[in-house]
């Protein structure tokens, strides 16, 4: 993928729940200038922009066979982490950005509706290949 290039970015079903949403991106990725490409073009989405967390976990396999993984919870303790369990769970290699504009305070509920987010992304992008 060249930098300059648009990605495909697949977003998965909208979650509502007492005014929090909670909607995730996924794009197919092999290197990290890959993932700092797609989430600086996810981000730019003005639905993404206006929200109170994006949440960031990608996962890749480089071209030497190498396993890559991280995130960035974006005030959402353990966000990351529980989305990359669910990709790891998949064996599945891209990124991930769960935004939630948020409503009322949910609790620990909250980090179902960031896996099912997270997954319904990743299930578009890989029904989609």
């Given at each position: 993928?060249?930098?300059?290039?648009?990605?495909?970015?697949?977003?998965?079903?909208?979650?509502?729940?007492?005014?929090?949403?909670?909607?995730?991106?996924?794009?197919?990725?092999?290197?990290?200038?890959?993932?700092?490409?797609?989430?600086?073009?996810?981000?730019?989405?003005?639905?993404?922009?206006?929200?109170?967390?994006s949440t960031v976990a990608y996962r890749f396999t480089d071209k030497d066979k190498k396993q890559h993984e991280g995130g960035d919870d974006d005030g959402e303790s353990s966000a990351a982490l529980e989305i990359l369990k669910q990709m790891r769970d998949r064996k599945v290699d891209n990124v991930v950005v769960e935004s939630r504009k948020f409503g009322q305070k949910l609790g620990p509920k909250r980090f179902s509706y960031i896996k099912n987010a997270a997954m319904s992304a990743i299930d578009k992008l890989i029904y989609s290949s």
């Open positions: 993928m060249k930098l300059k290039d648009k990605v495909s970015i697949h977003t998965g079903e909208d979650i509502t729940d007492t005014g929090n949403h909670f909607e995730a991106r996924a794009v197919r990725v092999h290197s990290y200038a890959d993932a700092r490409h797609a989430v600086r073009q996810i981000l730019q989405n003005p639905k993404v922009a206006m929200c109170t967390h």
